[in-house]
């Protein structure tokens, strides 16, 4: 219960000083000016997105001896990616996950092993993605890539 009680204060105190800090009027025409199909959009791609790398990372987890559960690693995930906005790079984020995990699990070698294998899939994985966006960019007709199609359209 008194961990609860902190952290309900802890997340008080940060909602308070955002609205401190956000000028409230410019907020509330930024929100009104939002559709509300692309806001749904965003936050289900996230959802999956999350989901995915939570799932993923479960799996190596498991491949390492850990048993960790997908509702742990999704929690840790959020926990992470959340505090991670506050912290320096990407970095926080991993270093928040691999102490919270480990903290429950104890098993802190492997659970950074898991971490550094995630990151090192995931680069590899944008390396492919980008080689097979310059190959399809290569292979594509010029006439529909050339620089000139780009331009918008004069009235």
């Known amino acids: 219960m008194r961990q609860f009680a902190v952290r309900l204060l802890v997340s ?6 955002l609205l401190w800090l956000v000028d ?6 930024l929100l009104a000016s939002i559709h509300p199909g692309w806001a749904a959009a965003v936050v289900i791609f996230c959802t999956l997105d999350r989901v995915v790398m939570s799932w ?8 390492g001896g850990v048993r960790a559960g997908f ?7 959020y ?4 505090f991670g906005s506050f912290l320096p790079s990407t970095v926080g984020a991993d270093v928040l996950r691999a102490w919270r ?14 971490i550094i294998l995630e990151r090192v899939l995931g680069f590899l994985a944008l390396a492919v993605f980008c080689v097979m966006s310059l190959a399809i960019l290569a292979l594509g007709s010029s006439a529909i890539w050339a620089p000139s199609s780009w331009s918008m359209p004069r009235r």
């Open 101 to 114: 995990l480990s903290a429950l699990e104890g098993r802190a070698a492997t659970v950074i092993s898991s």
């Open 71 to 77: 509702g742990q690693a999704l929690k840790t995930y």
């Open 56 to 63: 993923k990372w479960t799996l190596l987890l498991r491949a």
């Open 79 to 82: 926990v992470g990616n959340f």
């Open 12 to 17: 008080v105190l940060a909602l308070a000083a």
């Open 24 to 29: 409230l009027a410019e907020l509330g025409q």
